[in-house]
């Protein structure tokens, strides 16, 4: 935690923000000065100090995942190449689909995915979704369009042309609520102005911000606009991997098990309006997920 500092040289005061992290077996720090008083905007210094070292560390680690995972890729088979990619593809189906309500199991999606076999007693709107949202992973991935309104709007309605033909494709013109949350989503009139904004947003920062930074942010600021009537997780989390793919750094599966951590750091930054909360929050974990090529 930063903390200020003060110092007396000859009589006079002197104010420093300093912040001490460890290393391994050292410890760093950081000043900052202040000046001879104390400023009255000290608590967004001191975020924009943190800011700055976790941003170096963290990306760090993370540019030496990418720089390892793509070494991985190059000595891979394609066979294996192809089938790690199929099982992200399912993990990260059933994952996204359940934190939004479905009631596969991994089992069941595994078997409908990759074997063509269809779950019993179970709604056959969830299969439908699986199988359309493992479809338009894959489509995606592929594509050589860049993010527009067009393009979400598009994926909206390949994932739910068959099980919600009424809001597929289409930019809601109604309130719509959180079930359970503390954040209430945009009025109709905003949606299309923020939606605007968000896609300037992403042109200007496309080749500015680091990658994963840029996913994580494209994640929540989309998700936060909830344009859509249903599915605004599911698509935010595919212009996740959208922005990750294209930049040719490992895909992120936010695991339903895992879920809770992630509603409280989509949240927290939404009512906050502080969007650090959620971006360090993905940034340690996507790291601690992709630790292994850290070694």
Same mark, same amino acid.
């Not at 760093?28 to 400023?39: A, M, N």
């Not at 070494?71 to 992200?88: I, R, T, Y």
């Given at each position: 935690?930063? @903390?200020?500092?003060?110092?007396?040289?000859?009589?006079?005061?002197?104010?420093?923000?300093?912040?001490?992290?460890?290393?391994? #077996?050292?410890?760093?720090?950081?000043?900052?000065?202040?000046?001879? =008083?104390?400023?009255?905007?000290?608590?967004?210094?001191? !975020?924009?100090?943190? %800011?700055?070292?976790?941003? #170096? *560390?963290?990306?760090?680690?993370?540019?030496?995942?990418?720089?390892?995972?793509?070494?991985?890729?190059? @000595?891979?088979? #394609?066979?294996?190449?192809?089938?790690?990619?199929?099982?992200?593809?399912?993990?990260?189906?059933?994952? &996204?689909?359940?934190?939004?309500?479905? &009631?596969?199991? /991994?089992?069941?999606?595994?078997?409908?995915?990759? $074997?063509?076999?269809?779950? !019993?007693?179970?709604?056959? $709107?969830?299969?439908?979704?699986?199988?359309?949202? $493992?479809?338009?992973?894959?489509?995606?991935? *592929?594509? =050589? !369009?860049?993010?527009?309104?067009?393009?979400?709007?598009?994926?909206?309605?390949?994932?739910?042309? *068959?099980?919600?033909?009424?809001?597929?494709?289409?930019?809601?013109?109604?309130?719509? &609520?959180?079930?359970?949350?503390?954040?209430?989503?945009?009025?109709?009139?905003?949606?299309?102005?923020?939606? &605007?904004?968000?896609?300037?947003?992403?042109?200007?920062?496309? +080749?500015?911000?680091?990658?994963?930074?840029?996913?994580?942010?494209?994640?929540? =600021?989309?998700?936060?606009?909830?344009?859509?009537? %249903?599915?605004?997780?599911?698509?935010? /989390?595919?212009?996740? +991997?959208?922005?990750?793919?294209?930049?040719?750094?490992?895909?992120? %599966?936010?695991?339903?098990?895992?879920?809770?951590?992630?509603? +409280?750091?989509?949240? /927290?930054?939404?009512?906050? #309006?502080?969007? $650090?909360?959620?971006?360090?929050?993905?940034?340690? /974990?996507?790291? *601690?997920?992709?630790?292994?090529?850290?070694?």
């Amino acid at each position: 935690m930063a @903390a200020i500092k003060k110092k007396v040289v000859k009589g006079q005061t002197y104010y420093y923000l300093e912040h001490s992290m460890r290393e391994g #077996k050292k410890v760093q720090k950081k000043e900052v000065y202040l000046g001879r =008083k104390i400023p009255s905007n000290i608590e967004e210094i001191k !975020k924009n100090l943190l %800011d700055g070292i976790y941003r #170096k *560390k963290w990306y760090a680690d993370v540019d030496k995942i990418r720089k390892n995972f793509s070494n991985n890729q190059k @000595a891979m088979p #394609k066979s294996v190449k192809e089938k790690e990619l199929e099982d992200f593809a399912t993990n990260f189906t059933y994952d &996204t689909q359940r934190i939004e309500g479905s &009631t596969l199991t /991994r089992r069941e999606t595994a078997d409908l995915l990759e $074997r063509g076999i269809a779950p !019993k007693n179970k709604p056959m $709107r969830d299969a439908q979704e699986a199988e359309a949202h $493992r479809d338009l992973f894959f489509e995606i991935l *592929k594509s =050589k !369009k860049d993010l527009s309104l067009h393009e979400v709007e598009e994926w909206h309605w390949k994932l739910f042309n *068959k099980t919600k033909a009424d809001i597929a494709g289409k930019i809601r013109k109604y309130q719509v &609520t959180i079930r359970g949350g503390k954040f209430m989503p945009p009025s109709p009139v905003e949606v299309y102005p923020m939606l &605007t904004e968000f896609f300037q947003w992403y042109n200007r920062n496309k +080749n500015k911000l680091h990658p994963v930074e840029l996913a994580a942010l494209g994640h929540l =600021k989309f998700v936060t606009i909830h344009p859509f009537g %249903d599915g605004n997780g599911r698509i935010s /989390r595919l212009v996740m +991997n959208f922005i990750l793919n294209k930049k040719k750094y490992p895909m992120f %599966d936010i695991q339903y098990e895992g879920r809770n951590g992630y509603y +409280n750091a989509v949240e /927290r930054s939404q009512v906050k #309006k502080e969007d $650090r909360i959620f971006l360090q929050w993905f940034v340690k /974990r996507y790291i *601690k997920e992709y630790k292994r090529y850290l070694k």
